[in-house]
């Protein structure tokens, strides 16, 4: 990890607001490549908002056709349709998420259809900034710290979290890290 940020220099994550047009991101972004899916997600600002940030309300007004024609799967337009519709109900409130600790984040949102670790994991890094959070599950995490630790095959998630203890409390940071070692912005 010291090579790593002797390499890349100082931390510097970009923060995103803890609302629904970052959880939409997360969604969009599930097993995409993070090019891929800034262009969609951008879209889809654009479909729904014009210029302005994705709402609830602005998911809702487009139709499925419209919604497919901007790339989104029919999975992933019910995803964001419910996280709408549940926000716009009050049922997903986002400023009592941002004060909950990570683990009853995780039991709100991996509630709704669609929502599982990973896209709670973002979030959490993103959006609620809390810093001890180890995707350990996801690809480039996984990809990365093979190329780093020069592993012959790809790790397991739980040999990157026995690797990730030493990095408490501060596995966001080590996160961000890893990811920046295999490209400048993962669309993240």
Do not use: C
């Amino acid at each position: 990890m010291a090579r790593l940020i002797d390499e890349i220099g100082p931390y510097a994550i970009e923060f995103l607001e803890p609302d629904f047009a970052t959880l939409a991101k997360a969604i969009v972004l599930q097993q995409l490549s993070g090019k891929v899916a800034e262009i969609i997600f951008n879209r889809l600002v654009v479909a729904a908002a014009g210029d302005g940030r994705l709402t609830p309300q602005g998911v809702l007004k487009l139709r499925t056709q419209k919604l497919r024609a901007l790339g989104l799967s029919r999975q992933k337009i019910g995803y964001l349709r419910e996280l709408a519709r549940r926000t716009i109900s009050g049922q997903v409130d986002f400023a009592v998420l941002a004060a909950l600790p990570d683990e009853e984040v995780h039991q709100r949102l991996t509630a709704l259809k669609g929502i599982g670790p990973w896209t709670v994991h973002m979030f959490l890094i993103f959006a609620l900034r809390r810093l001890d959070v180890m995707p350990s599950a996801d690809l480039g995490i996984r990809a990365a710290v093979r190329k780093v630790y020069g592993l012959a095959q790809m790790p397991l998630p739980a040999e990157v979290d026995r690797l990730a203890r030493k990095w408490k409390p501060y596995s966001s940071v080590a996160s961000w890290y890893l990811w920046r070692s295999l490209e400048t912005k993962a669309g993240l």
